[in-house]
Structures are given as structure tokens and as C-alpha cells.
């Protein structure tokens, strides 16, 4: 079982920047597919990103292509999302996930474990 936590999260102004990192324990995660996902109340969780376990390939949702950036350090056992030109519309809940799996994914549901969450709050 991996054990993930969120952290980076907090009020940002429009146009700035933040950088979420996600650190995992309680098994070795390289070589597994790790996904930051996103989700506001009474919405469901939306796809932001996800890598490949070595991070050569990675995936982004279209809301946040060209504005966010995925990355991973398997050494440190600890994935990150770049997160820059923020707009209040990128307000939300993010959590990080690990896939135990070798192929990347959009779908939530294709995901085993997840972080509790972190809040990231863009607005003046």
C-alpha cells in the first residue's frame, strides 16, 4: 500500500504561480504511473495531469495544457505539479494518486490510492 500526501497548496493571485508536491510512502512508487486530479464541491474529480513512472511521457488535461508541468523525482519518492498563469477557474481541491500500473490514464477510477487532498485558492 502507497501512502500519499499533498503539500504546497494555498491562496495564489491570478496569474501567479504555485508548485504542489506529492511525497509517497510505504513501497517503492518508480516505475508506477502517479496523477494529479482536481475536484471543486458538488463537482466531479477532473483529470489534471499524470507521468509515466520513469517521467518520460506525461498527459495533461486541456484546461491546464501549456500552464501546468508534471514532474517526479523517484529517488526522493516525490511527484510535483508546476502550476503557473493560474486563473480563478484552477480553484479547487487537488489530489495526487498512484496507479499500480505501468500505462497512463486519464479516468480516476483507474487509480489505487490517493492523497487526502490539497486546497489551492486562486483570486485577488
Known amino acids: 500500500q502507497v501512502q500519499l500526501v499533498e503539500s504546497g497548496g494555498g491562496l495564489v493571485q491570478p496569474g501567479g504561480s504555485l508548485r504542489l508536491s506529492c511525497a509517497a510512502s510505504?513501497?517503492?512508487?518508480?516505475?508506477?504511473?502517479m496523477g494529479w486530479f482536481r475536484q471543486i464541491p458538488g463537482k466531479e474529480r477532473e483529470f489534471v495531469a499524470a507521468?509515466?513512472?520513469?517521467?518520460?511521457?506525461?498527459l495533461y488535461g486541456d484546461s491546464v495544457k501549456g500552464r501546468f508541468t508534471i514532474s517526479r523525482d523517484n529517488a526522493k519518492n516525490t511527484m510535483y505539479l508546476q502550476m503557473s498563469s493560474l486563473k480563478p477557474e484552477d480553484t479547487a481541491v487537488y489530489y495526487c494518486?498512484?496507479?499500480?500500473?505501468?500505462?497512463?490514464?486519464?479516468?480516476?477510477?483507474?487509480?489505487?490510492?490517493w492523497g487526502p487532498g490539497a486546497q489551492v485558492t486562486v483570486s485577488s
Open positions: 507521468i509515466s513512472g520513469s517521467g518520460g511521457m506525461q
Open positions: 510505504g513501497r517503492t512508487f518508480g516505475g508506477y504511473v
Open positions: 494518486a498512484v496507479r499500480l500500473s505501468f500505462i497512463l490514464s486519464r479516468r480516476s477510477s483507474d487509480y489505487d490510492s
